[in-house]
């Protein structure tokens, strides 16, 4: 018999960066007064506040796994097991370690704390961190290329990742007949959801389906590859995002001993990672490797998607968003438009897609991602979402938290108790 594995609880700092009312940037009033946080600070910020949204002191923590892309690029910092645990004195000597595993290290992270519990492990804090706004939109392109397979495409446009997307939105949308203006509403849905969201990146920001559905001087196609360049505008992406979340893992045996009743939590029910390689991907128009971890997840929990009620997914731009619908079994090949069409992962829809406004709304800080994934499907099943709570409570979630160009994947089933 495996140990299960169960989601106490977590935080979220604030996701900021440009638009943000509170990111420092040269236009903003207190410019030279104060700076953004560091990423150093995002962990000492977001623990404490973790640990205590679980109800679980520092002391009780025996493991600790930290989710980062990119640290020694945007902020000269690595060793980041060491830098997290300086955020409790509690914490010193206990075994805390980095996952990386591009915009998937938050995915892998929450994989390794819930292999951690199935090895032997009660209590686990899994943290994910990013700052990316220390540098500028090109140097930063250029870093989080390394994503991909660098010396094969980082010469496909200075803005690589996007544009990988891109030829993803040109090959999905002349296959399958699905226009510009329907790709827009995952972008409308993405804004609308964030603004009901305090955490979202974008949540002071409208986006009207007028101006998310074509290209214009306020919302611009801002690519270089003439193949591609028409095919992504600025509200199709994810936001540069830098912030932290946080979450504990826990065993049956420290529920028990905290105290905590079953409907206090969230059982993980299933916890697949899917790896393809650099050297890809074979189809332009699935994603095939989050396919196969979703097929994983599910026959480990005993569901089919249909069971799902809510959902967090990987939208880092707007075409992967609609992919990923159907490499998680709500639609068939060619048919996710439908969704978007009918409403049906709208808040009040059948299937709610991020709720609170997903990469493209709530932001990106890449390390974090996964790990907000989690949490969010937690908040949701536990009533904690606020303006943005869900009319139902949801019984069934997924979250498919994927990196680089669907070359790793991993795809998490969780159990309202």
Not at 221 to 241: A, G, H, I, T
Not at 258 to 281: K, M, W
Request: aromatic share 8%; hydrophobic share 40%; with cysteine.
């Amino acid at each position: 018999m495996q140990r299960k594995a169960f989601v106490l609880g977590g935080a979220h700092t604030p996701y900021i960066g440009k638009f943000h009312p509170d990111f420092i940037w040269k236009g903003h009033p207190d410019f030279g007064k104060r700076d953004n946080p560091s990423l150093g600070e995002y962990l000492r910020i977001i623990i404490p506040k973790a640990l205590a949204a679980a109800g679980v002191e520092a002391r009780a923590i025996d493991k600790g796994i930290v989710a980062n892309f990119a640290g020694e690029l945007f902020s000269n910092q690595g060793h980041l097991g060491s830098v997290a645990v300086a955020a409790d004195p509690a914490l010193d000597t206990k075994p805390f370690w980095r996952v990386e595993g591009a915009c998937a290290s938050g995915g892998i992270a929450l994989l390794s704390a819930v292999e951690a519990v199935k090895a032997g492990a009660d209590l686990v804090l899994v943290v994910g961190a990013e700052v990316q706004n220390t540098k500028n939109a090109k140097e930063g392109a250029d870093y989080l290329a390394r994503a991909a397979d660098y010396d094969a495409q980082r010469s496909i446009d200075p803005f690589t990742f996007p544009c990988l997307f891109a030829r993803r939105a040109k090959a999905y949308r002349e296959a399958y007949g699905m226009s510009e203006e329907t790709l827009a509403w995952v972008a409308v849905k993405a804004y609308a959801n964030a603004n009901k969201n305090p955490n979202a990146h974008m949540r002071t920001v409208k986006l009207d389906h007028e101006r998310a559905k074509v290209a214009s001087d306020k919302n611009p196609v801002f690519l270089s590859n003439p193949e591609y360049k028409d095919y992504l505008k600025v509200s199709d992406c994810s936001q540069v995002s830098d912030g932290a979340s946080a979450l504990v893992v826990a065993s049956e045996e420290a529920l028990e001993r905290l105290g905590r009743s079953r409907d206090s939590v969230v059982e993980i029910a299933a916890c697949e990672l899917a790896t393809s390689s650099i050297v890809g991907p074979k189809s332009l128009v699935s994603l095939d490797n989050c396919k196969a971890a979703a097929d994983r997840a599910y026959a480990r929990a005993g569901v089919n998607p249909d069971a799902i009620d809510v959902a967090e997914v990987h939208d880092c731009f707007s075409i992967t968003e609609v992919m990923l619908y159907e490499a998680l079994g709500f639609a068939a090949q060619g048919q996710a438009q439908r969704l978007l069409l009918d409403g049906a992962t709208q808040i009040d829809g059948r299937i709610p897609v991020n709720t609170g406004g997903g990469l493209i709304g709530f932001g990106h800080p890449v390390g974090a991602t996964g790990v907000k994934h989690a949490l969010e499907v937690f908040r949701q099943m536990k009533g904690q979402c606020g303006d943005y709570q869900l009319a139902k409570t949801p019984q069934w979630g997924i979250s498919a938290n994927i990196g680089g160009d669907d070359r790793t994947a991993v795809v998490t089933i969780y159990r309202n108790l």
